[in-house]
């Protein structure tokens, strides 16, 4: 038997290593796809496990989101403070601007933060399932052997995308929230 366990939060820990002992005390291979790899040290040395945390954080969507909220605003600032810097130089306003810079650079950073957290943060929950699902799609799903697989097991709500599309992709393919006899 060889399953897919599906666990993106790290929520039901203790059920997932107990269903991948389950399955290799039976003789099965099991695979499983979380979002971080660390903290799974209980989980048996056989089992693989694949991570969707670095692919997450790389995909377009949110390298666009850093981009606008932090770095072109941290630019700005910066060449602000380089052409108070100039002028600074040239008077004896120097504390002065750099204060003003310095105050200006920690409002950025506040103003940032709370963009990210009371806009971006609420619009990313709406797009985020269906971003996993992309995500494991295009990283984990393609190292996986998804043919060979007789079921898969998903673990918590943020699963449930990339069950649903493996499902629609591989109708024999027994996709539940609970591991169930085989017989081949």
């Not at 099965?28 to 954080?57: C, F, M, N, S, Y």
């Amino acid at each position: 038997m060889n399953v897919l366990l599906v666990a993106v939060s790290p929520r039901r820990r203790l059920t997932v290593i107990e269903r991948a002992r389950e399955v290799l005390d039976a003789g099965g291979q099991v695979t499983l796809i979380t979002l971080k790899g660390g903290g799974w040290d209980d989980l048996p040395d056989e089992v693989v496990v694949h991570e969707l945390q670095h692919d997450e954080a790389s995909h377009p969507f949110l390298r666009a989101e850093r981009a606008i909220v932090l770095r072109a605003p941290n630019l700005t600032v910066r060449a602000l403070d380089k052409g108070a810097r100039a002028i600074a130089a040239r008077r004896d306003g120097m504390d002065m601007l750099r204060w003003t810079t310095g105050s200006l650079r920690e409002r950025q950073v506040e103003w940032s933060q709370r963009f990210h957290k009371r806009k971006f943060a609420k619009a990313y929950s709406n797009v985020r399932p269906w971003l996993l699902w992309r995500v494991a799609r295009q990283g984990a799903l393609e190292r996986i052997d998804t043919a060979a697989l007789d079921q898969v097991v998903l673990h918590d709500s943020l699963s449930i995308p990339i069950g649903w599309h493996l499902a629609q992709e591989y109708p024999d393919l027994y996709v539940g929230f609970e591991l169930r006899e085989v017989t081949v």
